[in-house]
């Protein structure tokens, strides 16, 4: 199975409500990054934490990480139509120079 | 000024054909990488290069040849193309050296094999 799952795959909530999203993984990292990808566009990055921090902000988004369980969430709070988009998570893995991404979760912001 | 820019953005050919896609970055970064996204959306890095070497090779069939010439540029060649090969193809960039791999992404190339 993949390094990095998502879960859920897909998530559709009212305007102005919040998103949380989860991904869990394997092996053990350097950081854990978050991207979005709109909709026929690539991927952009939206926030990292590193393996020794346990929570991070950035605007309206949260990011967790537990490496005890290795699992991190991304909160969106007070979602807009905007925020329609697949958001990614990518785990930076120790000695492997690359990012392994997971399958995604397709968030739908409904007016 | 676009970060990371790939040409072509859509590419339709036969079975058999051979193609080119081409990558840059003016962003200064050290690591360029392909990633292939299929259509379940699953994106899964083929190779990377870190100033202008080959550093990851994931398997992919030697059909696929990466080329750098310099540090800003990354192309694919893909001979003898399959209808396994169509989907969107992203480039992107990081800084290895002294940053956390935080990654820039093209608009990328969706390639439509016949």
């Known amino acids: 199975s993949q390094q990095g799952e998502e879960d859920p795959q897909a998530l559709s909530i009212q305007e102005g409500e919040n998103a949380t999203m989860n991904c869990s993984y394997k092996?053990?990292?350097?950081?854990l990054q978050w991207y979005r990808q709109n909709s026929g566009r690539g991927l952009v990055h939206l926030i990292l934490i590193r393996s020794n921090e346990r929570e991070k902000h950035s605007g309206r988004l949260r990011v967790t990480l537990d490496t005890s369980k290795k699992s991190s969430s991304l909160l969106i709070t007070a979602s807009r139509a905007a925020d329609t988009a697949s958001y990614f998570c990518a785990t930076d893995l120790q000695g492997a120079q690359k990012l392994v991404f997971g399958q995604g979760t397709r968030l739908t912001i409904n007016p | 000024d676009t970060a990371v820019s790939q040409t072509p953005k859509y590419l339709v050919t036969q079975m058999g054909n051979d193609k080119s896609i081409k990558c840059e970055q003016n962003?200064?970064?050290?690591?360029m990488y392909w990633y292939k996204q299929d259509s379940k959306k699953f994106l899964k890095i083929m190779f990377s290069?870190?100033?202008?070497?080959?550093?990851i090779n994931e398997t992919v069939p030697n059909r696929f040849s990466p080329k750098s010439p310099d540090k800003a540029h990354l192309n694919l060649h893909i001979n003898s193309l399959e209808l396994g090969d169509s989907a969107v193809y992203f480039c992107?960039?990081?800084?290895?050296?002294?940053?956390?791999?935080?990654?820039?992404f093209g608009p990328g190339t969706r390639l439509t094999v016949l």
């Open positions: 962003l200064g970064h050290d690591t």
């Open positions: 290069y870190n100033n202008k070497e080959l550093i």
């Open positions: 992107a960039s990081s800084q290895l050296a002294g940053g956390y791999n935080e990654q820039f």
């Open positions: 092996t053990s990292i350097n950081n």
